[in-house]
């Protein structure tokens, strides 16, 4: 008898040791679902459907994408949560759904970190500061020292309240001792308008979106937040270059997957994922809307996401920024 319980106990112990590889062997057997916070449209929604098809194809299952907006990025992101953790239920994660709506609403019912696994930064994609051409300034250090001259009397406008446009405005306030009000918009788009005919006098945005302004010389760019100098602005110094380095961080699109989602399936979509990211036809749409391919490990990723969530918290929290 006991040596019948042994054998039924080994049994169980191999079985489990087992499950995991067959769950990895079998992944996936049926269409992935890929959940955008976000309309169609935008650059998140254009990323995700940049790596869908080609992802399916590696995989050698469909990869659906999903455009579940609403609430700040809160209703995909909570989607993608309660969905259950088998891989086929993935999410696309944004500075702002991700980082900045978890930390400036108070009625948050989950936590990045704890629900949600990393799997890898998809994309970097620079951040810019315009001025309207009728900002009597040249650069970064005469728009600081016109808007040290008139406290309040100038405005910035940003993709919406606790966008991470509004963070980064709040930020650069912050970080340079000026004051701007902040009039937040339905998008960046409104917000470019309103800048080019002079109701307010800057945005802060996503470079894509600011892009075609800034080549027709419709807007001044005075920064852009990346590491480096962008070979399509070559004359634009980033914000360390123009003695702003604490607004230099790039925004990025990420991916991730409900909690519990076993580590071998994780493993395999980011070596899946990183071989998306170096094909060249790939790299080449990326470009074209200022996105830099990154694909790095599950591990780096989750540690970028909590520096992320904490710059951002932090910033709210001096900034006094808290919605409902």
């Known amino acids: 008898m006991k040596l019948h319980h042994l054998l039924a106990g080994l049994f169980v112990a191999a079985a489990a ?7 990895q062997q ?15 449209g935008g650059t998140t929604d254009v990323l995700a459907r940049t790596i869908a098809d080609p992802l399916g194809k590696l995989l050698r299952q469909s990869v659906v994408v999903e455009n579940r907006s609403g609430a700040a990025g809160r209703i995909g992101s909570e ?10 239920t993935l999410g696309i994660a944004t500075v702002s759904s991700h980082a900045v ?5 108070d009625n948050i019912s989950y ?9 890898t930064r998809l994309a970097s994609v620079p951040n810019v500061l315009t001025i309207s051409p009728k900002v009597p300034a040249t650069d970064m250090q005469s728009f600081i020292a016109l808007l040290k001259s008139q406290p309040g009397h100038y405005a910035y406008g940003s993709a919406g309240a606790g966008s991470e446009a509004n963070m980064m405005g709040e930020l650069f306030k912050l970080s340079t ?3 701007m009000m902040h009039v937040p918009y339905r998008g960046s788009s409104p917000a470019l308008q309103d800048a080019l005919g002079g109701q307010i006098a800057a945005v802060f945005d996503n470079l894509p979106s600011s892009l075609p302004f800034i080549r027709n010389g419709d807007l001044k760019a005075l920064a852009v937040a990346y590491p ?3 070979a399509a602005l070559p004359d634009v110094p ?13 925004s990025w699109f990420g991916l991730v997957a409900p909690k519990g989602t076993p580590d071998e399936i994780v493993q395999r979509i980011y070596e899946a994922v990183r071989q998306v990211l170096a094909m060249p036809d790939v790299k080449e749409r990326l470009a074209g809307f200022s996105a830099v391919p990154v694909g790095n490990p599950p591990r780096e990723f989750a540690a970028e996401l909590a520096a992320e969530i904490d710059k951002q918290r932090q910033t709210a929290q001096r900034a006094h920024i808290n919605l409902k």
Do not use: W
């Open 17 to 23: 040791l087992a499950a995991p590889a067959q769950a």
């Open 26 to 40: 079998s992944y996936p057997s049926r269409p992935i679902k890929l959940v955008v916070p976000f309309p169609p």
């Open 79 to 88: 989607f993608v949560i309660r969905a259950e953790p088998d891989g086929y």
């Open 101 to 105: 709506t978890p930390v400036v609403y």
């Open 111 to 119: 936590d990045v970190t704890r629900d949600l696994v990393a799997i």
């Open 177 to 179: 001792g000026t004051e």
């Open 228 to 230: 480096q100098r962008l």
């Open 238 to 250: 980033t914000f360390a270059e123009a003695g702003v380095p604490e607004v230099n961080d790039a």
